[in-house]
């Protein structure tokens, strides 16, 4: 029976020194831009809702007007995998975008894992900002900013990403 107790004490033990990731939550405000081949389509106001856990990022943006336009997003930190609905996008290329008015962090390129005919584009992340653009193939580019005056900023960004 004692030894049963010193089991359940080192059990204890365990479950309290384990080093499980801290749970945290941000939350941001973000205009999505819908932008049809090169013209500005739409914009929609959007809290960007980002969750850490369990190694996973998880980017959540919740439109303001109707839920249905909700969009989430899953970086795997180990694997450095995005997913977005059913497809995984990976690393394409380090560093593609920078402007330090949206983070003080370079935007990497991801491309689909297993590209599809007419599956999405490519799009600029990184971990500190989460998705600043993501194509849906179909010549509609999405773009998340802060402001909702920036023109200019979504050209260079469009600009970019074709290059």
Not at 81 to 105: G, H, I, N, Q, T
């Amino acid at each position: 029976m004692k030894s049963i107790a010193n089991l359940f004490i080192l059990f204890l033990f365990m479950i309290s020194c384990s080093t499980k990731e801290k749970q945290t939550s941000t939350l941001n405000y973000r205009i999505l831009h819908v932008v049809e081949g090169d013209s500005l389509f739409i914009t929609r106001e959007y809290d960007l809702v980002k969750d850490n856990h369990d190694g996973v990022e998880v980017y959540q943006y919740v439109n303001l007007e109707d839920k249905k336009w909700n969009m989430t997003f899953k970086y795997n930190k180990s694997t450095k995998v995005l997913s977005f609905v059913l497809s995984d996008f990976e690393l394409k290329e380090k560093d593609k975008y920078f402007d330090p008015s949206l983070s003080s962090m370079k935007f990497d390129l991801y491309t689909l894992s297993q590209p599809v005919i007419d599956g999405h584009g490519p799009l600029l992340f990184n971990t500190d900002y989460g998705i600043l653009k993501l194509d849906n193939g179909m010549w509609t580019s999405f773009i998340y900013l802060r402001e909702s005056d920036t023109t200019n900023k979504v050209q260079q960004i469009l600009t970019i990403v074709r290059e």
